[in-house]
């Protein structure tokens, strides 16, 4: 058979009702992995849905607890020969909270919901879709191949992307020769667009860094006292003004990256971020000034406000507060100094007479990406072409985060990821879905690029 056949086998899993019903099944398991009484959920979802799954496609697989109990990781092995290429897929089976009594309708997350071209259900984009369409795929590709693949494949599940990986980096690295691979491909977060086929490389970084003015306990009388005491809430807005201004531009140059490279520009020239009608307008005159749209997101730092406490906003009292917080984000790209970024911020506040602020980081994970000179983006970029016919954006890194430096990083290998949802799918919110005809869409490209791995062996 072709690979023409195999795109055939994999959009054959729509309309036979095939994927939707799989995907349904896996929804149904609570994954709340911030939730910590669904222990017995998280590894059931291991045990029960994917154990089988890979077995019917001739992976043997295992267990792997987590070095701090928490819940465990799911590795898989299909090996056909010591000679052909070897891909390790990777994929999350815990969700977000529920949020049941919050969805459109009444809906349950718990079970998956079609309407028109949307799927919804928690999970459908965040992960369990995305690697169910690239289990769905393998199997298509292996129907086609007359019960082989081409190539060696490994699978790793883990049960706590949602909570920050905590032990992902560990398990990795203790299983380092056998997670050894040719190529990370796997699939998280959306799309550019909908309609617009999409690789990314890695993935920007994040700091969370706490601000907090305490002054005193309690609150007073803004009548008797306002003038002679020192209001938190106005200090910190004005801590706040001085690291980033109105437009959302960084004051710091401690918090900026480096100063775009003309690769990096010739790589995002025609990437555009067009928000459907969906979602959120972009706003004018907002962010870095010289930048595009697409340079502000996938290549550039941002610092944003996440949160903010004074008082009490639902019942504001006519008195000066004791104490005020806020919790700031930087997003950074690679080539970030960030191990020096709350010092900077401290310093930066120190010298400008806040010196009443404490800073603190929360949380933090780092920024990674493929070389840019690694043949397999072009393979990659070239595969998809050639089963949609349309070119895909390519971006340095997505705009969120992920544990990309795992991989690229502990593992040493390059990382190409293929996302199969897009900028308005609700995930970590009421109302999460894919939709059928990118899900139609990415069936095939996966099956294209898994035909393409089998190819590559043959030909070397």
């Not at 010591?82 to 009594?101: E, F, K, N, Q, S």
């Not at 911020?345 to 990674?368: K, N, P």
Request: net charge negative; proline share 5%.
């Amino acid at each position: 058979m072709t690979r023409k056949d195999a795109i055939a086998n994999a959009h054959r899993q729509i309309d036979s009702g095939e994927f939707l019903k799989n995907l349904d099944r896996r929804v149904g398991f609570k994954t709340e992995s911030q939730n910590a009484g669904r222990a017995e959920e998280l590894r059931a979802y291991l045990e029960k849905e994917m154990q089988p799954a890979l077995a019917a496609l001739d992976f043997d697989s295992r267990l792997v607890e987590s070095p701090s109990g928490k819940s465990p990781f799911l590795l898989a092995e299909h090996r056909e020969g010591a000679r052909l290429p070897t891909v390790l897929i990777y994929g999350h089976g815990d969700v977000v909270d529920g949020m049941v009594g919050e969805w459109r309708g009444n809906l349950d997350p718990w079970r998956t919901t079609r309407i028109d071209n949307r799927v919804y259900g928690r999970g459908t984009a965040d992960n369990k879709g995305q690697h169910s369409i690239n289990l769905a795929a393998l199997q298509a590709v292996r129907e086609a191949r007359g019960g082989k693949l081409g190539f060696n494949a490994k699978f790793l599940v883990e049960m706590g992307e949602e909570i920050g990986s905590p032990d992902l980096n560990k398990v990795c690295a203790s299983l380092r020769d056998e997670l050894k691979a040719d190529l990370l491909l796997a699939s998280d977060g959306p799309r550019l667009a909908a309609d617009r086929p999409t690789i990314f490389l890695g993935c920007r970084g994040g700091i969370r860094i706490q601000l907090d003015v305490n002054l005193r306990e309690g609150g007073h009388h803004s009548g008797n006292w306002g003038g002679v005491l020192a209001n938190p809430a106005t200090i910190l807005a004005n801590a706040i003004a001085s690291l980033v201004d109105h437009h959302g531009r960084m004051k710091l140059d401690a918090l900026k990256p480096p100063r775009l490279s003309n690769q990096i520009r010739s790589l995002l020239a025609d990437v555009e971020v067009m928000p459907t009608a969906d979602e959120p307008a972009l706003s004018e005159d907002w962010g870095e000034e010289g930048l595009s749209a697409a340079e502000r997101l996938y290549a550039w730092n941002t610092l944003e406000v996440l949160a903010m406490s004074s008082g009490n906003i639902e019942k504001p009292a006519n008195a000066i507060p004791g104490h005020a917080r806020a919790v700031l984000q930087l997003r950074f790209v690679v080539g970030t100094r960030h191990e020096q970024v709350v010092d900077a911020v401290r310093s930066h506040l120190h010298a400008r007479g806040f010196t009443m602020v404490e800073v603190t980081a929360t949380q933090s994970f780092i920024a990674s990406r493929t070389d840019f000179d690694s043949p397999w983006i072009k393979w990659a970029a070239d595969s998809i072409r050639q089963t949609t016919g349309k070119p895909p954006a390519v971006l340095p890194n997505f705009g969120g985060s992920l544990p990309n430096d795992v991989f690229s990083e502990t593992l040493g290998m390059p990382t190409i990821w293929v996302p199969h949802s897009y900028p308005g799918c609700s995930q970590h919110a009421p109302d999460e879905h894919i939709l059928l005809s990118v899900t139609e869409e990415a069936l095939g490209i996966m099956a294209g690029l898994f035909w393409d791995l089998g190819e590559r062996a043959s030909q070397a």
